[in-house]
């Protein structure tokens, strides 16, 4: 193959790489159409075809593994965020004593919602408590801790 072949080959590979990662939107082959780039330019430079595929190799590599962690994290890929996540970590009050292995209720920006402890220890009504997780519909809370 001469260059004018790669330069064609490695454009194909631009647009076959984008095209698959716009219908997976895993943010895995993004990379490689990158690769795949500073290979054509490489390729227009009239580099040889080992230092090419070699160009296009370690640059997705790097990329894949030093920006995909970054960029995963920045759009939170994977992760759909509900409006339950802003009740973890909000204070409440036990409305109804919560017994060991029975739940109780605890009111929650304005909600009452039944919950437990993960300790099994009894809370009295009109304690403060801090929301540890939700598990079903169900507030896993602990006591506030008096300063």
């Known amino acids: 193959m001469d260059n004018e072949q790669m330069i064609l080959f490695w454009i194909v590979a631009i647009v076959l790489f984008s095209i698959i990662e716009g219908i997976t939107l895993g943010l895995a082959t993004i990379w490689f159409a990158a ?3 500073i290979a054509v330019l490489a390729a227009i430079l009239n580099f040889s075809i080992p230092v090419q595929i070699g160009l296009f190799i370690v640059v997705s590599l790097a990329l894949l593994a030093f920006t995909r962690p970054i960029v995963v994290k920045h759009l939170r890929v994977g992760r759909h965020k509900t409006n339950l996540d802003v009740i973890i970590d909000s204070m409440g009050i036990v409305t109804k004593d919560i017994e060991p292995f029975k ?4 009111k929650v920006n304005g909600q009452i919602w039944t919950a437990t402890t993960e300790d099994k220890n009894t809370i009295t009504k009109d304690t403060k408590v801090k929301v540890i997780r939700i598990e079903g519909v169900k507030l896993i809370v602990k006591t506030l801790e008096e300063e």
Do not use: E, T, Y
């Not at 739940?103 to 605890?106: A, E, F, I, K, P």
């Open 103 to 106: 739940v109780g209720q605890v």
């Open 35 to 37: 690769g795949a780039f």
